[in-house]
């Protein structure tokens, strides 16, 4: 069964910094599409980046150029695989719930919801003016 555990939200500035990380385990032998999206309480969710296996991405345009999304393979500790989302230039926008979601159509790279079979619980980004 596939698990992801988020880490590394918390409270910021406008303007700093933050690298969000999801720890995947339980997809050995498998390939799958990886992303992370957030969400506002009152609001819908929404796709921030997305990468496939061949470590192809892409970004909503409202974090083109400041949010980077990338993969590491390993083993440590029965962990597949560690998901970053670097954030730079944070804005108070940007302040949401942060999930990170995996889907076996590892061919399809897609900031649409439904195409992940698989969440995590979430990480809190605040980002103050």
């Known amino acids: 069964q596939v698990q992801l555990v988020e880490s590394g939200g918390g409270s910021v500035q406008s303007g700093w910094s933050l690298r969000l990380s999801c720890a995947v385990t339980g997809t050995a032998g498998h390939s799958y599409s990886m992303a992370w999206f957030r969400q506002v309480p009152g609001k819908e969710r929404e796709g921030v980046a997305a990468?496939?296996?061949?470590?192809?991405?892409?970004?909503?345009?409202?974090v083109k150029g400041r949010f980077t999304i990338s993969q590491d393979i390993g083993t440590l500790d029965n962990v597949q695989s560690t998901l970053y989302l670097q954030m730079n230039s944070l804005k108070p926008e940007d302040t949401a719930m942060y999930y990170c979601?995996?889907?076996?159509?590892?061919?399809?790279?897609?900031?649409?919801?439904?195409?992940?079979?698989?969440w995590g619980q979430g990480t809190q980004v605040t980002v103050s003016s």
């Open positions: 979601a995996a889907s076996p159509r590892w061919w399809a790279l897609t900031l649409w919801g439904e195409n992940y079979d698989f």
């Open positions: 990468i496939d296996s061949r470590a192809t991405t892409i970004y909503a345009d409202s």
